[in-house]
């Protein structure tokens, strides 16, 4: 036995009081010298020895009382032992944790853990609880604890194997939640193909946690021969009617022998091409396709690979890679410029035509002009020095913004401009106080300096040389008393772009201008990045990919764009049939993709098409390396053994001797009371019936 505070001991010590109040109250026969006994009768004291007996008992039971409180104080525990051996009726809750990862897809893998799992259950006792948790890339607990078998029988019966990941610490968290939740020794069966991708990317180790049993159950007997479409790279949308670059496939096997492999490339149902690619022993592979015609619209793409006659592959569901390819017209922009001020117009129109399939269509417009399509049209509206707009399309601008567009600001030599600050006051990002024209009397110029890295704007231009912009030289500029974010400042501090967020769009005021006569920005490399990424960041351009991982959760929030009121939404699976999942109910606004295929959304504004494929991890079929499995078991052994893992205090916390002994000290404690009250009570003298009648004189 073993305390976890020891110093209470010392209160032992206190058994020395009633020791001394038992000797200092002790009765002492006093000598007295007599003449002569011969006269007096001899009576004898019986109850003496009785009485010392009497006295000897109280003094132990407060002896007794002080130890049972001191030990009660030191909180002592036995190591070793747990509540459940303490109370060895306790009847024991079992967890099948159940792996439905894609790869228990794998041959006989999910029929031989359905046979474990009801093996398990059939070896439930009359009053033993049982409890099914399934876990992939999450877990989920299927059932609350009941002793019913035919109940757990019928809820293994209605599981089936998912396209999700293995994660071994999804898991164990799922142990701990069930050990937060038992009043009953935890029991684990976990029943798994032990695949050593479930580790994690980092292939980390991890450790179960302490349960009265552990158990693991391996269902993969032999390692599976498997081919896999692991990636394709594809754009997601292209503006031109051919694909404007080749479209190229990465083909993996994992404990494969070398083998020849037809792989197919087919749009909205129909073959493009088809390629041969010679795949060596468990390597990798590319296939190429050339460029292709792509009709309009959003269309449904899929590589898959054709198997030689005789091969064997594990998981027929990895040998096709889905993805999505919108072909659409180029995005409008609208540049208001005042007449015959193009210089600036010719560096933007070369900048965001440099791709060679430019999502782009620069509409050039003065103030004045009339447009060819209305601005609600637009994705965004570039203002290139402009001093004033007519009121309508100021407000037209403005509804632009509201539902989601964007605004470009660019200064110049009209600028500052009260009436135009005063037309978009709710736009506005800054407060233009002064123009400041560097010259050689005072400063020849300024550079850039700090900027928002992390900012979208700014964070994909690390490969385009972003840091060039601090030699980016600035002749003039507005000195501006920002309100809101500012994303890139002037090497002085000043202000050089400030962004502002009005309802569902984005306005953007740069306090310089992009041409060769304010900076010489076009000069540098990050020039065409940078404007691309300010335009697509003011426009909100999707940025979803051609295909999604399982499991994958998309924000339907970049859907909703220009929709006012509540957003409604629906969605068709793979099955082709209507989806709700549990989580709409919570998160309305979020999709969950679990399945491979094709998911079709349908909201007011439009419908929109997602793609779905396995992660490539879970194509390896590697087991769990021997040793790996070694310490999951020791450690499962060192659970068993008792609290040691659980540590000093969590074992006193489980036995909780301590309320024992308290309860034994109130027992003694009442005892000693009844036992004490004869001894403190007043001494009185005994004096026999015969003394009286021989010596009438004797008080009583």
């Known amino acids: 036995m073993q305390f976890l505070s020891p110093w209470f001991l010392l209160g032992a010590l206190a058994v020395g009081v009633p020791i001394w109040v038992h000797l200092i109250r002790r009765e002492q026969a006093e000598r007295l010298p007599f003449s002569s006994l011969m006269f007096l009768r001899r009576v004898p004291i019986k109850s003496v020895s009785r009485q010392r007996l009497k006295h000897l008992v109280l003094l132990a039971s407060r002896v007794l009382l002080i130890l049972l409180i001191a030990a009660a104080f030191a909180r002592p525990y036995i190591r070793g032992m747990t509540r459940a051996a303490l109370n060895t009726g306790a009847q024991k809750r079992l967890a099948i944790l159940l792996?439905?990862?894609?790869?228990?897809?794998?041959?006989?893998?999910?029929?031989?853990?359905?046979?474990?799992?009801?093996?398990?259950?059939?070896?439930?006792?009359?009053?033993?609880?049982?409890?099914?948790?399934?876990?992939?890339?999450?877990?989920?607990?299927?059932?609350?604890?009941?002793?019913?078998?035919?109940?757990?029988?019928a809820t293994l019966d209605s599981l089936t194997p998912t396209a999700s990941t293995t994660s071994y610490e999804h898991a164990f968290r799922a142990i701990e939640r069930l050990q937060e939740d038992s009043d009953r020794p935890l029991s684990v069966v976990l029943i798994s193909d032990l695949q050593k991708s479930g580790l994690g990317p980092s292939g980390q180790m991890?450790?179960?946690?302490?349960?009265?049993?552990?158990?693991?159950?391996?269902?993969?007997?032999?390692?599976?021969?498997?081919?896999?479409?692991?990636?394709?790279?594809?754009?997601?949308?292209?503006?031109?009617?051919?694909?404007?670059?080749?479209?190229?496939?990465?083909?993996?096997?994992?404990?494969?022998?070398?083998?020849?492999?037809?792989?197919?490339?087919?749009?909205?149902?129909?073959?493009?091409?088809?390629?041969?690619?010679?795949?060596?022993?468990?390597?990798?592979?590319?296939?190429?396709?050339?460029?292709?015609?792509?009709?309009?619209?959003?269309?449904?793409?899929?590589?898959?690979?054709?198997?030689?006659?005789?091969?064997?592959?594990?998981?027929?569901?990895d040998d096709s890679y889905r993805f999505t390819l919108e072909r659409r017209e180029p995005y409008r922009l609208l540049f208001l410029r005042e007449t015959g001020e193009d210089r600036e117009l010719y560096y933007w129109r070369n900048a965001l035509g440099a791709e060679g399939d430019s999502p782009w269509q620069l509409d050039a417009r003065s103030p004045g002009e009339r447009l060819s399509v209305p601005v609600s049209q637009y994705a965004a509206v570039i203002l290139s020095n402009v001093g004033q707009l007519p009121e309508s399309l100021a407000a037209d601008i403005r509804a632009l913004v509201e539902k989601g567009g964007g605004l470009i600001i660019t200064a110049g030599t009209r600028l500052p401009s009260p009436p135009l600050e005063q037309q978009l006051v709710d736009l506005w990002p800054a407060h233009a106080?002064?123009?400041?024209?560097?010259?050689?009397?005072?400063?020849?110029?300024?550079?850039?300096?700090?900027?928002?890295?992390?900012?979208?704007?700014?964070?994909?231009?690390?490969?385009?040389?972003?840091?060039?912009?601090?030699?980016?030289?600035?002749?003039?500029?507005?000195?501006?008393?920002?309100?809101?974010?500012?994303?890139?400042?002037?090497?002085?501090?000043?202000?050089?772009?400030?962004?502002?967020?009005?309802?569902?769009?984005?306005?953007?005021?740069?306090?310089?201008?992009?041409?060769?006569?304010?900076?010489?920005?076009?000069?540098h490399p990050v020039f065409i990045p940078l404007l691309h990424q300010l335009v697509r960041y003011a426009a909100q351009l999707p940025a979803d990919p051609a295909a999604y991982r399982i499991p994958s959760t998309i924000s339907l929030a970049p859907f909703r764009r220009g929709q006012v009121g509540t957003a409604s939404w629906d969605?068709?699976?793979?099955?082709?049939k209507r989806e709700v999942p549990l989580e709409e109910e919570r998160r309305p606004d979020y999709l969950v993709l679990r399945t491979p295929g094709f998911y079709d959304l349908r909201m007011r504004n439009g419908e929109y098409l997602f793609a779905a494929n396995p992660d490539p991890q879970e194509s390896d079929l590697?087991?769990?390396?021997?040793?790996?499995?070694?310490?999951?078991?020791?450690?499962?052994?060192?659970?068993?053994?008792?609290?040691?893992?659980?540590?000093?205090?969590?074992?006193?916390?489980?036995?909780?001797?301590?309320?024992?002994?308290?309860?034994?000290?109130?027992?003694?404690?009442l005892a000693e009371i009844y036992l004490a009250n004869p001894f403190l009570g007043p001494r009185r003298l005994r004096v026999s019936s015969e003394t009286l009648k021989e010596n009438p004189y004797v008080n009583p």
Do not use: C
């Open 571 to 576: 969605v068709i699976g793979p099955d082709g």
């Open 433 to 523: 106080t002064e123009k400041r024209m560097l010259t050689r009397d005072t400063e020849r110029l300024i550079l850039l300096g700090n900027f928002e890295r992390d900012h979208p704007v700014f964070r994909d231009l690390a490969k385009s040389g972003a840091e060039s912009l601090r030699s980016v030289e600035v002749y003039a500029y507005l000195q501006l008393q920002p309100d809101n974010k500012v994303l890139l400042r002037f090497a002085n501090g000043d202000p050089a772009l400030v962004e502002k967020a009005w309802d569902q769009g984005r306005v953007l005021l740069f306090a310089s201008s992009f041409d060769n006569i304010w900076s010489d920005f076009p000069l």
């Open 206 to 317: 991890l450790t179960p946690p302490s349960v009265a049993e552990f158990r693991l159950v391996d269902v993969a007997s032999e390692t599976a021969p498997n081919w896999a479409v692991e990636d394709v790279r594809v754009l997601p949308r292209i503006f031109r009617s051919r694909y404007p670059e080749r479209l190229r496939v990465n083909l993996r096997g994992y404990g494969t022998d070398a083998a020849s492999l037809d792989v197919v490339l087919s749009l909205t149902g129909k073959v493009l091409q088809r390629k041969t690619v010679s795949v060596p022993a468990s390597g990798i592979a590319t296939a190429e396709f050339d460029s292709f015609d792509v009709p309009v619209g959003v269309n449904r793409g899929e590589v898959r690979i054709i198997l030689p006659a005789g091969a064997s592959d594990a998981l027929p569901l």
């Open 99 to 153: 792996d439905t990862s894609m790869s228990m897809q794998a041959g006989e893998r999910w029929q031989r853990a359905l046979d474990a799992a009801r093996d398990a259950i059939r070896g439930l006792g009359e009053l033993d609880q049982g409890q099914i948790v399934t876990f992939n890339a999450e877990f989920q607990i299927q059932n609350l604890p009941t002793s019913d078998k035919a109940a757990l029988l």
């Open 622 to 669: 590697q087991p769990l390396p021997q040793e790996d499995r070694s310490l999951w078991a020791t450690a499962a052994r060192s659970a068993t053994q008792g609290a040691v893992a659980a540590g000093p205090t969590e074992s006193e916390k489980r036995q909780a001797i301590w309320w024992i002994l308290l309860l034994l000290a109130l027992a003694v404690a």
